[in-house]
């Protein structure tokens, strides 16, 4: 199984809402990845989970909290969203860490949560 | 702020024609190459890993190589087939400041016309 998935596919939330998007692997992976892609633009890092601690924060915003309850589990928290939040987030996973990737290693993506913040 | 350039931005080709396009990249911190292809709606799927200058891969009748000195990449398709539209993504892995992360371009949309 190299499947990524994640829920849901389509969230639409108002800015005072709390929502959380889920993202599961099985492929026995220890590094998990979230990231934000804007339209025309390309998919960038927010998180990297390294064997369920949070190893790398790309300087986002509080409201976004990651969180990863166990090695196939990775939720995002978002809290107080803006407008210019409103995108595609995608979820990865590859063997390795961001830490000390092997250099053949590969990232596996889900399709993405389409969020947007009213 | 690392610059990861792919181009053309989108083209259209018609099925049967062979064609391909370029991601430049810093050559500089150098770890790996990745290339993805990403249909709408689904899911990026890795298409090649490449690592070492000169590196040529191929997959069924898409193939890429690897130039880290001048830091380019070229994908190429042959014969294309309308099932090829899609977005292709290379995305550069460098090392630096303790963590490896991966840069992506912005894709080359390719729409291939029956």
Excluded at chain 1, 8 to 28: I, W, Y
Excluded at chain 1, 60 to 74: A, G, H, K, T
Excluded at chain 2, 79 to 98: H, I, K, N, R, V
């Amino acid at each position: 199984d190299t499947e990524v998935t994640q829920t849901p596919k389509h969230l639409v939330m108002g800015m005072t809402n709390k929502k959380s998007l889920k993202c599961e692997q099985h492929m026995g992976h220890r590094a998990m990845y979230w990231y934000k892609q804007k339209a025309k633009k390309p998919p960038e890092l927010m998180f990297v989970y390294s064997y369920e601690k949070l190893s790398i924060n790309e300087s986002v915003p509080s409201r976004f909290s990651p969180e990863c309850p166990n090695s196939s589990l990775l939720n995002l928290h978002l809290h107080a969203l803006q407008p210019e939040d409103s995108a595609l987030y995608l979820c990865a996973s590859s063997t390795t860490s961001g830490r000390s990737p092997s250099r053949t290693d590969t990232q596996y993506f889900g399709p993405g949560t389409r969020l947007t913040v009213l | 702020i690392l610059n990861v350039e792919q181009s053309p931005q989108s083209l259209h080709v018609q099925e049967g024609d062979s064609t391909n396009f370029t991601c430049s990249f810093p050559s500089s911190n150098f770890y790996a190459l990745h290339w993805y292809r990403w249909e709408t709606a689904k899911s990026p799927e890795a298409l090649f890993v490449m690592t070492l200058n000169g590196d040529e891969k191929k997959k069924g009748r898409i193939s890429a190589t690897l130039n880290t000195k001048e830091g380019y990449s070229y994908l190429y398709i042959k014969g294309s087939q309308p099932e090829d539209s899609a977005t292709y993504l290379c995305a550069f892995l460098y090392s630096g400041a303790g963590s490896y992360q991966l840069t992506f371009g912005k894709g080359t949309k390719l729409s291939v016309i029956p």
